[in-house]
């Protein structure tokens, strides 16, 4: 069974702190990896993604991949109240028709 | 900045009914897929489709689910006959490649 898991949370942050969100894999064929952002009863929105191992940085967010260890991260740095959301990190096989494989999702609270 | 649009936004149907859930995916993409979200779990798989057939399915997807482009435009999700069990947000995604998705609003499925 292919998964993708990460802690429910609640991780809660003050605001202007650094939120470490993780996420670890099963599946060693697991290609590439995608953080997303869903707001209470909104729809998953894409904030990064990510095919190497090491780090990608955009704005406020770096997302990290370690493949040996198979361990995903995303860092929000400068964490701001509207950051407050549900993070959901999500894995894809190679060649499955780009099934995306979600893990729970953690909560992120960002308190003013 | 171009968006994947689902309607409706609820649908509301009695158990054994048809429903059909409509997509029209962003205009240059040519992947397209179906999630569902049960209310409080992870969100999961359910088909991919390029080139105007199924690209991989999860179990999920069975008999009575089916998935048509009918025009150049838009993307259904037909469920035949409708459980209690297939009440859930339905979301379309779409990606110009096997790669980044951008997720639709959904479609807010409740079957009675």
Same mark, same amino acid.
């Not at chain 1, 609640?10 to 605001?15: C, F, H, I, K």
């Not at chain 1, 993780?22 to 209470?40: A, E, I, L, V």
């Not at chain 1, 040996?68 to 028709?97: E, F, K, W």
């Not at chain 2, 995604?93 to 409740?110: H, I, K, V």
């Given at each position: ?18 939120a ?5 894999y099963?599946?060693?064929g ?5 953080w ?12 990064m ?6 780090d990608?940085?955009?704005?406020r ?12 991260s ?6 701001q ?15 499955q ?10 909560e992120?609270s960002?308190?003013? | 900045e171009?968006e ?7 649908q509301?149907?009695?158990? *054994?009914?048809?429903?059909?859930? @409509? ?9 397209f ?6 209310? *409080?779990?992870?969100v ?7 080139n ?7 179990e ?7 998935v048509? @482009?009918?025009? *150049?435009s838009?993307?259904t ?25 951008y997720? *639709?609003?959904?479609? @807010?499925?409740?079957?009675?």
């Amino acid at each position: 069974q292919k998964e993708v898991e990460q802690n429910s949370g609640p991780l809660s942050v003050p605001e202007g702190a650094i939120a470490s969100l993780n996420c670890t894999y099963s599946d060693r064929g697991s290609q590439s990896f995608f953080w997303y952002r869903q707001y209470s009863g909104k729809s998953p929105e894409l904030i990064m993604f990510i095919y190497s191992n090491g780090d990608k940085e955009d704005g406020r967010f770096t997302a990290q991949l370690n493949k040996a260890s198979q361990y995903v991260s995303l860092l929000i740095r400068d964490s701001q109240p509207s950051d407050s959301a549900t993070y959901l990190c999500a894995g894809m096989l190679y060649n499955q028709g780009g099934k995306l494989i979600f893990g729970q999702g953690t909560e992120l609270s960002v308190k003013p | 900045e171009p968006e994947v649009t689902q309607t409706p936004s609820h649908q509301v149907t009695q158990m *054994g009914q048809e429903v059909i859930l @409509r997509c029209v995916p962003i205009s240059n993409h040519l992947y397209f897929y179906w999630y569902r979200q049960i209310l *409080g779990q992870k969100v999961e798989f359910l088909v991919s489709f390029y080139n105007n057939e199924i690209s991989e399915k999860s179990e999920i997807f069975d008999d009575q689910f089916s998935v048509e @482009r009918p025009d *150049g435009s838009n993307f259904t999700l037909k469920i035949r006959s409708t459980k209690l069990e297939d009440s859930a947000m339905y979301f379309c995604a779409s990606s110009d490649r096997e790669g980044e998705q951008y997720f *639709g609003p959904g479609t @807010r499925l409740t079957v009675t």
